[in-house]
């Protein structure tokens, strides 16, 4: 996978040559919390989905999810990773071929997962999901201080604890969090006064992780009002449900995740601010438990699996190789300094402090 860093990178460069000054990439970061890589390049998993204890309807659920051969479940399960990324970017982390995408931090837990993706750094101070102010700078309050992306960077998040990951107190990001309002971002449309709506009288009992759906329209209705240069969208159901023992829910919101990155491709494809200068990158914080189908609903130090992750990117300068058979390993904490590369800042090195670990760039 370092190769597939360092082929993008040179595609960047030679793309580069003899070409006037461009507009700057766009850049999308979408996450689904606590998504396993074997639901991601295997699809349904037979012990969980035959397993009435995990998956209410068994026969329905393999109706809409089952399939013999690997292949044929993971495109029923997430038919744009498979379909289009598959087809025109890349997909990295099946183990199966020895590739492997791993956590760097030791906690496997959210909030580290999150830092260390948007940091670079395994900070061993971050070591649980409570809302303490990060003391890491993220990638997004980097770019944001560079002339391209000032006050053209935005987050979306459904769960309630991102203004605490990105610390929103010290450099002043917009993050759209848990239930916050759409009207303190979005000048007031009809579509945001619908979506604050929903959110403040028909949701009558809100947890800490807000609907996905829900997120999604608010960043869709952020993207087209505004158009920031830089989206990060974080998403959570996957990993609400998988905690609840529910694998039929958790196939379901993971369907739906792949319907709304279906969604947001289109809607950058179709976009002359957007169109083929983008990138969409897509992963998740952490793996879970793979031992045994209760392990499954776990994650943590002491679950096996729970570093085992996943990437998949697609648009410009990101090389059509379908899914990355190629035995390697890189860690999610090189992701910023490969983005960062990717965009070809030309910011002071001490400029950029990704934490206690530099990672690969």
């Known amino acids: 996978?370092?190769?597939?860093?360092?082929?993008?990178?040179?595609?960047?460069?030679?793309?580069?040559?003899?070409?006037?000054?461009?507009?700057?990439?766009?850049?999308?970061?979408?996450?689904?919390?606590?998504?396993?890589?074997?639901?991601?390049?295997?699809?349904?998993?037979?012990?969980?989905?035959?397993?009435?204890?995990?998956?209410?309807?068994?026969?329905?659920?393999?109706?809409?999810?089952?399939?013999?051969?690997?292949?044929?479940?993971?495109?029923?399960?997430?038919?744009?990773?498979?379909?289009?990324?598959?087809?025109?970017?890349?997909?990295?982390?099946?183990?199966?071929?020895?590739?492997?995408?791993?956590?760097?931090?030791?906690?496997?837990?959210?909030?580290?997962?999150?830092?260390?993706?948007?940091?670079?750094?395994?900070?061993?101070?971050?070591?649980?999901?409570?809302?303490?102010?990060?003391?890491?700078?993220?990638?997004?309050?980097?770019?944001?201080?560079?002339?391209?992306?000032?006050?053209?960077?935005?987050?979306?998040?459904?769960?309630?604890?991102?203004?605490?990951?990105?610390?929103?107190?010290?450099?002043?990001?917009?993050?759209?969090?848990?239930?916050?309002?759409?009207?303190?971002?979005?000048?007031?449309?009809?579509?945001?006064?619908?979506?604050?709506?929903?959110q403040d009288k028909a949701i009558n009992s809100k947890t800490n992780t807000r609907y996905d759906q829900l997120t999604f329209l608010t960043a869709m209705e952020y993207i087209s009002s505004k158009q920031p240069r830089v989206v990060y969208m974080s998403l959570g159901e996957t990993d609400e449900f998988a905690h609840s023992g529910r694998y039929d829910l958790y196939l379901q919101r993971a369907n739906a995740f792949d319907k709304m990155l279906e969604q947001l491709w289109y809607m950058i494809q179709s976009s002359p601010l957007y169109k083929n200068n983008s990138v969409l990158i897509v992963t998740t914080d952490h793996g879970r438990g793979k031992n045994s189908p209760r392990a499954w609903k776990s994650h943590g130090p002491l679950v096996a699996g729970s570093g085992e992750v996943w990437q998949a990117m697609i648009g410009k300068g990101i090389p059509a190789l379908g899914e990355v058979k190629t035995r390697d390993m890189v860690y999610q904490k090189e992701l910023p300094g490969f983005i960062r590369e990717l965009l070809a800042r030309e910011a002071s090195a001490d400029a950029w402090q990704p934490g206690i670990y530099t990672g690969l760039w």
């Open 1 to 198: 996978m370092r190769t597939l860093y360092l082929s993008v990178l040179l595609l960047a460069v030679v793309a580069a040559k003899g070409q006037s000054a461009a507009a700057p990439l766009n850049l999308f970061i979408v996450t689904t919390d606590g998504f396993r890589w074997q639901e991601v390049f295997s699809g349904a998993d037979s012990s969980l989905i035959s397993n009435p204890v995990f998956t209410k309807d068994t026969a329905l659920a393999k109706l809409m999810y089952w399939a013999v051969a690997p292949e044929e479940r993971r495109k029923k399960l997430l038919p744009f990773f498979w379909n289009v990324i598959a087809a025109q970017g890349s997909l990295l982390g099946n183990r199966t071929y020895a590739n492997r995408v791993n956590t760097a931090n030791l906690y496997k837990i959210s909030y580290a997962g999150y830092n260390e993706l948007l940091t670079g750094s395994t900070d061993l101070r971050i070591f649980s999901n409570q809302r303490k102010n990060n003391p890491n700078s993220n990638l997004l309050e980097w770019l944001d201080k560079t002339e391209a992306y000032h006050s053209r960077v935005a987050a979306f998040s459904s769960w309630d604890v991102f203004p605490y990951i990105l610390n929103e107190q010290r450099n002043h990001l917009p993050v759209n969090a848990g239930y916050d309002s759409l009207s303190a971002t979005v000048s007031v449309s009809e579509n945001a006064l619908m979506i604050n709506a929903v």
